[in-house]
């Protein structure tokens, strides 16, 4: 190879990389267009769909539901202990609260409900759509006239993002508990100084923050892992997987949430 034609090489991978890569993401966004259409469709919840539905949703929470409120507990009761220790040795009780209620309920919570829909709930959904690929069954629906997105993929991304919607809502309720237990104790004398300071944090602003940051994060923890086995591309010259390709986009776009509710809470 000579020099002159090198940069050029080197330019025109770089070219074909940006395509693929827009090019993904666009088979992701209209993905999800299609999947939305489907989940507003009266024919998407007919009785064999509802009964897939129902099984998907049922499954993918109960499997995660106990532990993730648990672990949640845990991780509120050892955060709201040090948060309260810290604020008490400089004399900062009175905010001890409200940064409870700030660091665990708005930013922890439901980051760490959506990682774990993920890893419990839909990654091994996309691994049974992508089995259902490969082996044929995704074919022999379609020859059958049955849609296999509305069929097979639209009741996993439901229950999908229903567990990470569930997860977070249990858990954020859960450390609000332990919190005014771990403040005041077991007595209802500091229940309405609590819910003055709660107020004070859910604001309207901050309210519909968290709800659109919890509902994006189940919708994306859902979808990316799906829709990266369905990228039907042929990827012999890639160099990571499909799975992985999708990991990728899913944090990216779970960065890009976070960023988007840190600058709407603080700025």
Same mark, same amino acid.
């Given at each position: 190879m000579s020099?002159?034609s090198?940069p050029?090489?080197?330019?025109a991978g !770089?070219?074909?990389?940006?395509v *693929?890569?827009?090019a993904?993401w666009w088979r $992701?966004i @209209? !993905? /999800?267009?299609?999947?939305s259409?489907?989940? !507003?469709?009266?024919s998407?919840y007919?009785?064999?769909?509802r009964r ?5 949703? &049922?499954l ?8 993730f409120t648990?672990?949640?507990l845990?991780i %509120? #009761?050892?955060?709201?202990? #040090?948060? !309260?220790?810290t604020a008490?040795? =400089?004399?900062?009780? *009175? &905010?001890?609260?409200?940064m409870?209620?700030?660091v665990?309920?708005?930013?922890? #919570?439901?980051?760490? /409900?959506a +990682? ?5 709930c $839909? ?7 992508a089995t259902?690929r490969t082996?044929?069954?995704w074919d022999?629906?379609a020859?059958?006239?049955i849609?296999? +997105?509305?069929?097979?993929v639209?009741?996993?991304?439901v229950a ?6 569930m997860?977070?809502?249990? %858990?954020?309720?859960v450390?609000?508990v332990?919190? &005014? +237990?771990s403040v =005041?104790g077991l007595t209802?004398?500091g229940?309405a100084? =609590? $819910? @003055?300071?709660?107020?004070q ?16 994060l189940g919708?994306?923890?859902?979808l990316?892992?799906i829709?990266?086995v369905?990228d039907a591309?042929?990827?012999r010259?890639?160099n $990571?997987?499909?799975? +992985?390709?999708?990991?990728v ?5 779970i960065? #890009?949430?976070e960023?988007a509710?840190?600058?709407?809470? &603080?700025y």
């Amino acid at each position: 190879m000579s020099p002159l034609s090198s940069p050029q090489d080197t330019a025109a991978g !770089l070219a074909r990389g940006a395509v *693929q890569w827009l090019a993904g993401w666009w088979r $992701t966004i @209209h !993905l /999800a267009a299609l999947l939305s259409v489907l989940a !507003l469709s009266p024919s998407s919840y007919r009785a064999g769909n509802r009964r897939a539905m129902a099984k998907h949703i &049922y499954l993918g929470t109960a499997q995660s539901l106990l532990w993730f409120t648990l672990l949640s507990l845990l991780i %509120s #009761i050892v955060v709201i202990r #040090i948060v !309260l220790v810290t604020a008490l040795s =400089y004399g900062l009780t *009175q &905010y001890a609260l409200e940064m409870v209620v700030r660091v665990l309920v708005l930013e922890l #919570i439901p980051l760490a /409900a959506a +990682l774990f829909a993920a890893l419990r709930c $839909t990654m091994p959904l996309a691994e049974e759509v992508a089995t259902l690929r490969t082996g044929g069954g995704w074919d022999a629906l379609a020859r059958e006239g049955i849609d296999p +997105l509305r069929q097979e993929v639209l009741p996993r991304v439901v229950a999908g993002s229903f567990c990470g919607l569930m997860l977070a809502a249990v %858990s954020c309720v859960v450390t609000l508990v332990v919190a &005014y +237990l771990s403040v =005041y104790g077991l007595t209802s004398a500091g229940f309405a100084a =609590y $819910t @003055h300071t709660v107020g004070q944090v859910f604001s309207p602003a901050v309210s519909l923050i968290l709800l659109l940051k919890i509902l994006l994060l189940g919708l994306t923890v859902a979808l990316m892992p799906i829709a990266s086995v369905l990228d039907a591309v042929p990827r012999r010259r890639a160099n $990571t997987s499909a799975e +992985l390709q999708g990991l990728v986009r899913m944090f990216m776009v779970i960065v #890009i949430i976070e960023a988007a509710s840190l600058v709407g809470n &603080y700025y």
